[in-house]
């Protein structure tokens, strides 16, 4: 009587292939998956190199050589050898490079036109610039009108 939860190995009958059938192949015994696998491989090699022969074509992975797929959201190889690449070819930007290229050359513009005082800012500022330059100047005369004045009252005094 078995202890616990184990019975050891399982019985029933087990298939023995005869010699007769090992040579001929045709055993009846279930193959493992590698071979089988290996074979798939060897079928798949056998095609590919007929296909090679009648044309070149790029590898393929798995059932890729197999089937033919059409998936426009594949990604493809994006890589180029030195030799095959286009110079004159230009690359298209991203949205955000365009955008922020867009930006630049704006602030670019705005710039020059703000040098040229054609922006209402520019327009502001040059009205607030000559405003304090005319109270600077007002400030001024007032400085030195007191100080002929005080001048004077110290000629007097002398006197």
């Known amino acids: 009587m078995g202890r616990g939860k184990f019975k050891g190995k399982p019985t029933g009958r087990r298939q023995f292939s005869t010699p007769e059938e090992m040579l001929a192949g045709t055993s009846s015994r279930p193959r ?10 060897e079928d798949i090699s056998e095609e590919e190199s007929e296909q090679e022969s009648d044309e070149e074509t790029e590898k393929r992975k798995g059932t890729e050589g197999i089937i033919e797929i059409e998936n426009p959201n594949l990604a493809k190889p ?9 110079i004159e070819k230009t690359t298209e930007l ?11 050359k704006a602030h670019e513009r705005y710039m020059r036109l703000q040098e040229q005082g054609k922006t209402e800012q520019a327009r502001k500022d040059l009205e607030r610039l000559a405003l304090i330059r005319q109270q600077r100047a007002e400030a001024a005369k007032k400085r030195d009108e ?14």
């Open 146 to 159: 007191e100080k002929a004045a005080k001048e004077q009252k110290k000629v007097e005094a002398r006197k």
């Open 32 to 41: 493992t998956f590698k071979k089988e696998e290996a074979e798939l491989e």
């Open 78 to 86: 994006k890589t180029l050898k030195a030799r095959d690449v286009d």
């Open 94 to 104: 991203s949205r955000r490079e365009r955008e922020e290229i867009e930006k630049q």
